[in-house]
């Protein structure tokens, strides 16, 4: 299966790892895990099954805890 036009907006893209952030960082207090290793900007970590993948505080629309 080819991987999708850069136009196509992420929500509408059926995908196993996009479908968790969605879900993880929908509810605004839903407890997130912050990748420390990363010092420079806020990372979130999103995991579901054998993807991983980090998300960028100001994407997630959310504070550290």
Same mark, same amino acid.
């Given at each position: 299966m080819p991987p999708p036009s850069t136009r196509t907006p992420l929500d509408s893209i059926n995908h196993p790892l996009l479908d968790k952030a969605s879900e993880q960082f929908a509810a605004p207090g839903t407890a997130h895990e912050r990748i &420390?290793?990363? @010092? @420079? *900007? *806020?990372?979130? $970590? *999103? $995991?579901?099954? &054998?993807?991983r993948r980090p998300v960028p505080a100001t994407t997630a629309n959310t504070t550290t805890p």
């Open positions: &420390r290793a990363i @010092d @420079d *900007v *806020v990372m979130f $970590k *999103v $995991k579901v099954q &054998r993807w």
